[in-house]
């Protein structure tokens, strides 16, 4: 089993909304600092979102206001709520767990605004 697994991306209109979901099987989740990146063609991956396991939010300066990371540690799992979609969100999103010296990635999730 893929330790983090992404879903929720699709394709949607400027303006809409979007949740990203990441599913992780890595244990003790409570303790990973997870993070949001993503990656649009020929770009380098960028850091979208992180939240620590206290629960402190960063955010990308292009996405505060818009965006909002959330952890459930019951369920293992992290979000990303994306609200006032524009056409440069779109890009592959990946979810990253990091803790001491392990870092697991997803396999990504695609995220196009367009009209």
């Known amino acids: 089993q893929a330790p983090l697994v992404e879903s929720g991306g699709g394709l949607v209109q400027p303006g809409g909304s979007l949740r990203l979901s990441c599913q992780a099987s890595?244990?003790?989740?409570?303790?990973?600092?997870m993070g949001w990146y993503r990656q649009a063609p020929g770009k380098q991956r960028n850091l979208v979102a992180v939240?620590?396991?206290?629960?402190?939010?960063t955010y990308a300066d292009s996405i505060k206001g818009r965006f909002t990371i959330t952890r459930d540690n019951a369920k293992n799992t992290v979000y990303l709520q994306m609200n006032s979609l524009r056409p440069e969100d779109t890009a592959v999103y990946y979810c990253?767990?990091?803790?001491?010296?392990?870092?697991?990635w997803g396999q990504g999730t695609q995220v196009t605004v367009s009209s």
């Open positions: 990253n767990a990091a803790y001491l010296y392990w870092n697991y």
């Open positions: 890595i244990n003790p989740f409570r303790l990973y600092k």
């Open positions: 939240i620590t396991s206290g629960g402190t939010t």
